[in-house]
């Protein structure tokens, strides 16, 4: 059974910085991307950033310049450094990843983690 497991978050005053680390577990042949939503209450969940394993990275517009992404393919993690935190910044960060596993027949199915709570306060 594959799992993700989040941590890194917390409370912030605004200017703040978190670090986000999510690591998948279990029967993993390959991971194809790996990625951090986030959901604010009242919102829809959106994508945050994502990292290829070909290296290609995407940031939503509303983080660029102040979210970096990265991943490290031995850990099977994948990390969200997070500086000049903004109140709007407030949500449930959700790590997602596409993976293969020997249950897949070969194609890449997606899993979730179960969200770590960011909340940026003055």
């Known amino acids: 059974q594959v799992q993700l497991v989040e941590s890194g978050g917390g409370l912030v005053r605004p200017g703040g910085s978190l670090r986000l680390s999510c690591t998948a577990s279990g029967r993993i042949l390959s991971i194809v991307r790996m990625a951090w939503y986030r959901q604010a209450p009242g919102k829809e969940r959106e994508l945050v950033a994502s990292?290829?394993?070909?290296?290609?990275?995407n940031y939503a517009d509303s983080v660029k310049g102040r979210f970096t992404v990265s991943r490290d393919n031995a850990k099977k993690a994948v990390y969200l450094q997070m500086n000049n935190l903004k109140v709007e910044d407030t949500a449930v960060y959700y790590c997602n990843s596409d993976l293969v596993t020997p249950y897949g027949l070969g194609s890449p199915e997606e899993y979730w983690g179960q969200g770590t709570q960011v909340t940026v306060s003055p």
């Open positions: 990292v290829t394993s070909a290296g290609n990275i």
